[in-house]
């Protein structure tokens, strides 16, 4: 069964940097769409991006400046890099696959908290 | 980026209702929406894509439609397991964008 495992290190202070990996196990890597999510405790979801089947990376306008998504196709890993954080960017994130920008595969969650 | 307005916010409804959940762009998105369902404490659950095609493994009684800037998810007949929290979301701008959610409770 496909799934998707993710991880990364925290609690974070303000101004760390962010980083999480997604890996897929018993998956194809290649040809699919790569994204991650976010959802602040007890709100809605937000996009923060994507790379595409060609390695062509999107990503949402008001986070692009601190933002980084990459793929390592040799260990099927893609990670998120998120600069300067503040306490509002505490939320749970996703990682997420799908074969378009609407993913059908979704990771476990990490709870991310910023605290000085 | 273009706003989604999902409606109700919330919805009380009973077992084997049928519901409605309306979702709002603020510019045309053509086909480019797609609908989730998210319980407390999971990741959300991929239903439609491109406004009406249902995903695989996904209830028939789940539904959705319209084009443009109006779409809908319809449950035809509401089960225990459907009570959730639903999102849109549009994929069609270069920055996508959920709505703000509807909780289905139970009556």
């Known amino acids: 069964q496909v799934q998707l495992q993710q991880w990364g290190a925290g609690p974070l202070k303000p101004s760390e940097t962010l980083s999480l990996t997604c890996a897929v196990y018993d998956g194809s890597f290649s040809g699919y769409y790569w994204s991650w999510f976010r959802q602040p405790p007890g709100k809605g979801l937000e996009w923060i991006g994507e790379i595409n089947p060609s390695g062509g990376t999107n990503y949402n306008l008001s986070l692009k400046s601190r933002v980084t998504i990459s793929v390592d196709t040799s260990k099927n890993h893609f990670s998120l890099k998120l600069n300067s954080v503040t306490a509002g960017d505490t939320a749970v994130y996703y990682c997420?696959?799908?074969?378009?920008?609407?993913?059908?595969?979704w990771g476990q969650g990490t709870l991310v908290t910023v605290s000085s | 980026d273009i706003q989604m307005t999902q409606s109700p916010s919330t919805l009380s409804a009973s077992v084997g209702d049928r519901v409605t959940i309306t979702c709002r762009a603020s510019q045309t998105i053509s086909y480019w929406l797609a609908w989730y369902q998210q319980k407390p404490g999971k990741a959300p659950n991929l239903l439609i894509y491109?406004?009406?095609i249902l995903e695989s493994g996904v209830p028939s009684r789940f539904s959705g439609s319209g084009s443009g800037t109006e779409f809908t998810l319809t449950i035809s007949s509401l089960q225990p397991d459907d009570f959730a929290t639903y999102y849109c979301?549009?994929?069609?701008?270069?920055?996508?964008?959920f709505g703000q959610g509807t909780k289905l409770e139970i009556k």
């Open positions: 979301q549009q994929y069609n701008s270069s920055s996508y964008t």
């Open positions: 997420a696959r799908g074969l378009g920008q609407a993913p059908g595969l």
């Open positions: 491109r406004a009406s």
